[in-house]
């Protein structure tokens, strides 16, 4: 804020004259503005949540911005994060922005293990069991979930299908031959 003072001198046509001064007083109670802009982002729930700075401008001065992160709904299947935003100008007036940040996981786990095992017809007890990761979440376990029996002259097949689910129900497949 600041004063301007202002003199006024009027004068006739046989030279009188008159001053009289006033004062203005300018004072800045106007809050930056936020710019129209994208508030809503979604994200898998491994990748980098990234600081998306909103902008906004002010009628008079340099605007400062500061963020807080509240997490309104916290999971490993589906978060809100809020972010909300302050723009301060130099006389301290303010507005705030909200950003909603979606995170969800709808990615399948993983499985890996030796796709093709040779083990005698009468000993199927050291067939590896496969294993499964997940980008977010542990994964439950890993279940038989078929059997598929294919028979050959001196020896046979079992194609043997196995299933995940990591926390958040998301459900991968894989197969061996055995």
């Not at 009027?10 to 009289?20: K, M, Q």
């Not at 401008?57 to 963020?67: A, H, P, W």
């Amino acid at each position: 804020s600041y004063t301007i003072i202002r003199t006024y001198r009027a004068y006739d046509d046989c030279g009188n004259d008159v001053v009289e001064s006033s004062m203005v007083y300018v004072v800045d109670e106007t809050a930056p503005v936020f710019d129209q802009q994208s508030n809503e982002y979604s994200y898998e729930c491994d990748e980098v949540i990234e600081v998306i700075q909103p902008t906004a401008t002010d009628n008079c001065g340099e605007i400062t911005y500061s963020s807080v992160d509240v997490w309104e709904v916290e999971s490993d299947c589906n978060g809100l994060l809020i972010r909300t935003w302050t723009a301060t100008d130099e006389c301290d007036n303010s507005s705030t922005f909200s950003q909603y940040i979606s995170i969800y996981d709808e990615t399948a786990p993983v499985i890996t293990g030796t796709y093709e095992v040779t083990v005698p017809c009468d000993d199927l007890s050291n067939i590896p069991y496969p294993t499964a990761t997940d980008n977010c979440t542990e994964v439950v376990e890993v279940i038989i979930v078929g059997e598929e029996y294919v028979s050959g002259a001196c020896a046979g097949r079992i194609i043997r299908t196995y299933g995940a689910y990591d926390n958040c129900d998301n459900y991968t497949e894989w197969q061996q031959q055995i």
